[in-house]
């Protein structure tokens, strides 16, 4: 039977298979996604079900078209209101958290353009790319905000700070195969074949014992979580106070 909340989510498809390989692919009516504040709140519902629901044997996230290019900044309200953020505050911890506490191996396909919360796919165990693919931060400090809400968390354990942070404060698409170089891709295949080589991976991991698969991610994500626990709430905090700087200096142009 198919669980409840596979249909719960606006911009989540999600499917699974005989083996209990579980496919999420985020999108906005069946093409690239808009993420917006629904998904925001969803998203941390989503991951949370999927962590708990044992029949998940391996997660292969993606997103439809590109990864995530585009964000409905209007759909969050006024940021610079600390009511607002608190709310942003509390999912977005709830989000990377969730997404932590899957507790089986998780694969990022990456397609396209993964130029919005990048961090998602950063908590995989192992990440793929199209050739053509390309990695960008587009609503922080390129936007007037700081990259706190687990950005630079993920992308210095990965790439190292030095790098994360040179990424960050001046923020170009970076491509597959640079990415590559920096050790967060770790395969790079040609385009449209990025979840079909994910579920290859898959069916070797499916050899193992399912004890022995939950036990390796489960190791693998534990400093990465640590890392979250300690660091993205106080950067959201961050963040929220930079959102509320903005929207006073944008306030002071109109006038």
Known sequence: MTPSYFTRFAHLRLSRDAQGVLLVEMHSDGGPIRFDARDHTEFTDAFYEIGRDRDNKIVILTGVGDYMAE???ASFGNVGDAN?????HDEGTQIL?????IRVPLIAAIEGRAHIHTEYALFADVIIAGRGATFHDLPHFAGGIVPGDGIFTTWSYRAGAGRAQAFL???QP???QEAASWGVVNHVVDDGTTVAFARELAALYLRQPEVTRRNSRIHFVQPLKERV?????YGLALEGASANALVQQMMAGQR
């Open 97 to 101: 958290e969730n997404i932590a506490n």
């Open 169 to 171: 404060l001046n923020p």
């Open 71 to 73: 964000i409905d900044f």
């Open 84 to 88: 607002a953020w608190s709310r942003v």
């Open 229 to 233: 626990v300690r660091e993205v709430g």
């Open 174 to 176: 970076l491509s597959a």
